[in-house]
């Protein structure tokens, strides 16, 4: 079975630049989470979506941060405009239901801001 | 969300049990303990999940003491494949409180 899939897998761009990270959740999953690591603050969730309605936002650092979710197959990151301290790898996970169900996530974007 | 204390780092040598502890002493009785694992520049591995009796299954098997205030996640027979950050988080699950809180984890070493 195909896991969360992210896209694209590593992104260097310049600063100023608006940047676009992409996620496919596991077919049949309803709940999705966008998480940043970073050397200095680890993992930490940036917002998460339940039948494709955010719930939770509370992590997201500004407003140069937004996230949408147009159907239950699809979710995007965006970052506009883009600063070096962007610069992390950015994780999606997805799980099904609000119960206990752990969540599956992919293997990142490396996001790289000069 | 309960607070996970875990050692920083531990060794463990090859094909022998990796047991790795953790201790969640203000858990809560609807609170779940979940382990993942991160190996390098890879996404996090779900691994196993418990409430309050012990759990086994193909990767790993988790303790849970009785009081529920510390776990032990134990790798039967680490290979090399097995080094990575191993992170133990609680968490309700219940209603739309999705969230897991990464802590610094435990980096296991497993050494031939």
């Known amino acids: 079975d195909a896991g969360v899939i992210q896209s694209p897998r590593h992104e260097v761009t310049e600063m100023g630049q608006e940047v676009t990270l992409r996620c496919k959740p596991i077919s049949g999953h309803n709940s999705l989470f966008w998480y940043r690591q970073t050397m200095m603050r680890g993992l930490e969730l940036l917002i998460y979506?339940?039948?494709?309605?955010?719930?939770?936002d509370s992590g997201m650092p500004e407003d140069r941060f937004s996230a949408k979710m147009p159907n239950a197959s699809f979710s995007t990151l965006k970052i506009q405009p883009s600063e070096p301290r962007d610069s992390a790898v950015y994780f999606c996970?997805?799980?099904?239901?609000?119960?206990?169900?752990?969540?599956?996530f992919g293997d990142g974007t490396r996001l790289s801001i000069l | 969300d309960a607070k996970t204390t875990q050692p920083t780092s531990m060794d463990c040598a090859e094909g022998r049990a990796a047991n790795l502890p953790c201790n969640h002493s203000t858990i809560s009785g609807n609170e779940y303990v979940y382990w993942y694992r991160q190996i390098h520049s890879q996404g996090p591995q779900y691994i196993i999940h418990g409430l309050k009796n012990n759990e086994t299954n193909e990767m790993a098997s988790l303790i849970i003491t009785e009081d529920r205030k510390s776990s032990t996640l134990i790798l039967p027979h680490a290979t090399l494949r097995d080094t990575a950050v191993y992170y133990c988080?609680?968490?309700?699950?219940?209603?739309?409180?999705?969230?897991?809180?990464f802590g610094q984890g435990t980096t296991l070493q497993v050494k031939p």
């Open positions: 979506f339940n039948n494709n309605v955010p719930i939770d």
């Open positions: 988080i609680v968490r309700v699950a219940t209603g739309n409180t999705g969230k897991l809180i």
């Open positions: 996970a997805s799980t099904v239901g609000a119960g206990n169900q752990p969540q599956h």
